[in-house]
């Protein structure tokens, strides 16, 4: 037998299971007894058990058995069946339904705007500034007004650079390898800050590299600068960083023995002075962005 779940009128929620069963014997069902009769000589009552009225529907019913009665009453009853009991239906086991409210049009709309909201990407929806902009004084250019600790003096200088303003340029083409991509990277620099003699202060270059699917930045020295790099946007672990060995041949580099990681969004490498490196991406579907900066070294008058 298996049940098939189905509501009940009076609210009760979903059958979860078959209904169970119990077996009430004939003997605690009494008979009239004389003393009852005697009470009431003017009724005339049969001394035949009585028993509730049976709800069918539920598959409740009388219980038979074989007549074991003896004597007399043996031949009297024969081999006709008599009655031993009745079955009655326990409660129905029923799972509470969960009740569910029809909403209004307009509750029904402001339901959709809160599920909408729910699946918006907030990592590509532009923040709402209205009110810090109402709060504080922000504005929308490069140059703000800050202090030059070189000439000891408040000056105006560009201070942040924009996406839209960064225009990347292609990096000069190179004999690469057989069975290396053609690919080439884009670099766009944001800042050239040049070190001041007059004081202890490093000069520093900074911008973006991008390169497409496949692309290549060729093998190139930092001189006595140090450059380090910030890996943005790319597909994980697709971004090549290899540095030349420089205990073979000389430090130049060599694709058999260059040192070679593999770099993921949100890592970063720097490149000590004398040395050599390679970026490759190597996806052939995402495009990656690597964030550089070059410091260069402090001179002093005396070694220029």
């Known amino acids: 037998f298996f049940v098939i779940p189905v509501a009940n009128s009076k609210g009760e929620g979903l059958q979860v299971s078959n209904r169970n069963y119990k077996e009430i014997p004939a003997s605690e069902f009494e008979e009239e007894t004389d003393e009852e009769q005697d009470a009431n000589p003017n009724v005339r009552r049969s001394k035949r058990r009585r028993f509730p009225p049976l709800a069918y529907w539920k598959n409740e019913r009388v219980l038979y058995e074989a007549n074991n009665e003896t004597g007399a009453n043996a031949e009297i009853f024969g081999e006709m069946p008599v009655v031993s009991g009745i079955l009655t239906a326990e409660p129905t086991p029923y799972k509470k339904r969960k009740r569910t409210t029809r909403l209004s049009d307009k509750e029904h709309d402001k339901d959709e705007d809160r599920k909408n909201k729910a699946k918006t990407d907030y990592t590509t929806k532009p923040f709402n500034s209205s009110k810090l902009r109402k709060k504080y004084n922000f504005g929308d250019g490069q140059v703000m007004n800050v202090w030059n600790e070189a000439i000891r003096q408040v000056e105006e200088r560009k201070i ?108 970063m490498f720097h490149v000590p002075p004398g040395n050599i490196y390679r970026i490759e991406n190597h996806s052939r579907k995402v495009a990656c962005t690597l964030y550089w900066t070059i410091i260069k070294p402090f001179k002093r008058r005396s070694e220029e």
């Open 160 to 267: 942040c650079a924009f996406t839209e303003d960064l225009k990347g340029h292609e990096l000069p083409a190179t004999k690469r390898e057989k069975g290396e991509s053609k690919v080439f990277g884009l670099a766009a620099q944001a800042f050239n800050v040049a070190t001041d003699p007059s004081t202890c202060l490093p000069g520093y270059i900074t911008g973006n590299l991008v390169l497409p699917p496949r692309g290549i930045k060729d093998a190139e020295g930092v001189g006595i600068c140090a450059q380090a790099f910030t890996v943005g946007d790319c597909q994980p672990n697709s971004v090549e960083i290899a540095i030349a060995d420089p205990e073979v041949n000389g430090g130049k580099f060599e694709p058999n023995s260059a040192q070679r990681r593999l770099l993921t969004k949100g890592e």
